[in-house]
DNA sequence: CCAGATTGGTTTCATTTGTAACCATTGAAA
DNA sequence: TTTCAATGGTTACAAATGAAACCAATCTGG
């Protein structure tokens, strides 16, 4: 009879992989600022472009727009950043974080680089080599549908 | 300043592959039968193992045991499954897919292995042993934490 | 111009999820 | 044995999520 074993199943292992590193990861802004995931991956985006609308945002961090809507309403609630309406388009609105979303945001970014840093540490290099190939091959594939 | 690039950084990238392509292998068990997926590795879990407790279910397939109960309530409730009363632990219950639960699985495990095969198929050679040993080698990590 | 389609973004509602409390049973220790 | 901790599993409640409806502003074709 055909059995398909689940440990095996490459859907099944990439799921849980990215579970179990995103949940050890999500400690680190959880605990320092009670960050959800689609707030740090707000305060990323910012941070790394200095200035952006909720659509690139979405864009950016693969985030459905009602999760974006809801992670900046709550920013905003937090004054870590600021929303300026555009000037020719009065829909949008581009987003900026404050000082004080700055500060968090680089308090944020090294323990963010040792995280991957130690995580990467764990393996040798032929390891380390194969993993960022590995994914950057399905994200291709997946890219073009 | 020191920048994060969120579309390089490792968990974000896991993160995201592992949801997309997920999502698009959820569409094989949700359109066929409007399984979920804790519903659909239930199902995968019994249909490779034949008979287990909720417990071991949990262990198998990473789920958590509120999601193993749901799980398995709602495939009894289909009759795809049934609950065997442990002889002499009166706590445990002993999980058996029913005729039509097997059925089912029957005709679920060609389409996750067609699904896995054309995924990897558009990766060359080099790229499928890579994605395979890297995911492999985190794993390891994460598993002795 | 202006009627309809599109876009940026928010809100509402139903579903899914996680945490914690809980129940029943078993095990361990005194 | 009797009590207390641990285990298998379910339930209750709150929070996170996604789909779809929605609002306002802009664009487009006639």
Redesign the pocket.
């Known amino acids: 009879m055909d059995i398909l074993e689940l440990e095996s199943f490459l859907p099944y292992r990439l799921y849980r992989l990215a579970d179990a590193v995103s949940r050890e990861f999500s400690r680190v802004y959880k605990d320092r600022h009670g960050l959800?995931?689609?707030e740090w991956r707000t305060l990323a985006g910012l941070g790394q472009n200095g200035t952006m609308?909720?659509?690139?945002l979405g864009e950016q961090s693969a985030m459905?727009?009602?999760?974006?809507?809801?992670a900046?309403?709550e920013l905003e609630r937090r004054r870590w950043l600021t929303r300026i309406p555009d000037e020719?388009?009065?829909?949008?609105?581009h987003l900026t974080l404050t000082r004080a979303g700055l500060a968090a945001y680089r308090e944020m970014v090294p323990l963010a680089k040792a995280f991957e840093r130690d995580l990467l540490g764990e393996l040798n290099a032929s390891e380390r080599a194969a993993i960022v190939s590995g994914v950057a091959g399905l994200e291709a594939v997946l890219s073009k549908g």
Do not use: C, F, G, I
């Open positions: 959800t995931r689609p609308t909720a659509t690139e459905h727009k009602t999760k974006v809507s809801r900046v309403a020719n388009d009065r829909r949008l609105e």
